[in-house]
């Protein structure tokens, strides 16, 4: 089971870390990627981090803003998301699976949190 939290409102500019705890999965051995859907529009994967050799990705919206790590010892992956957009206002979710082939691809998951809201005012 994984659970996904901390959204919330925040200014333009501003800074939220969100965090996916897992109780079941020992997140070091899996894919663990964050995705989200704002309102209207598909769901979109956002960042991944793989298991074996920790590489991670990001997609070009969030390049350099989010940073996707992990604490082995709190089994929890984060994303430090810096420089919020209004445009980046929508639910996250993070999702883990033992491998992928297309880190991106939300049907390659089968384990999901639940959302959780961030809303970036102007």
Same mark, same amino acid.
Request: glycine share 10%; with cysteine; hydrophobic share 35%.
């Given at each position: 089971?994984?659970?996904?939290?901390?959204?919330?409102?925040?200014?333009?500019?501003?800074?939220?870390?969100?965090?996916?705890?897992?109780?079941?999965?020992?997140?070091?051995?899996?894919? %663990?990627?964050?995705?989200?859907?704002?309102?209207?529009?598909?769901?979109?994967?956002?960042?991944?981090?793989?298991?074996?050799?920790?590489? +991670?990705?990001?997609?070009?919206?969030?390049?350099?803003?989010?940073?996707?790590?992990?604490?082995?010892?709190?089994? +929890? %992956?984060?994303?430090?998301?810096?420089?919020?957009?209004?445009?980046?206002?929508?639910?996250?979710?993070?999702?883990?699976?033992?491998?992928?082939?297309?880190?991106?691809?939300? #049907?390659?998951? #089968?384990?999901?949190?639940?959302?959780?809201? %961030? +809303? %970036?005012?102007?």
């Amino acid at each position: 089971q994984l659970q996904a939290f901390g959204g919330g409102l925040v200014q333009a500019g501003g800074s939220l870390r969100l965090s996916c705890a897992a109780s079941e999965f020992t997140l070091n051995y899996y894919y %663990v990627a964050w995705f989200r859907q704002a309102p209207g529009k598909e769901r979109e994967g956002i960042a991944y981090r793989s298991s074996i050799g920790s590489t +991670t990705y990001y997609a070009g919206s969030v390049k350099g803003r989010f940073t996707i790590s992990r604490d082995n010892a709190k089994n +929890t %992956v984060y994303l430090q998301m810096n420089g919020l957009k209004p445009e980046d206002t929508a639910l996250y979710y993070c999702a883990t699976e033992i491998d992928v082939l297309r880190p991106f691809e939300s #049907h390659e998951y #089968h384990y999901w949190g639940q959302g959780t809201l %961030v +809303t %970036v005012s102007s």
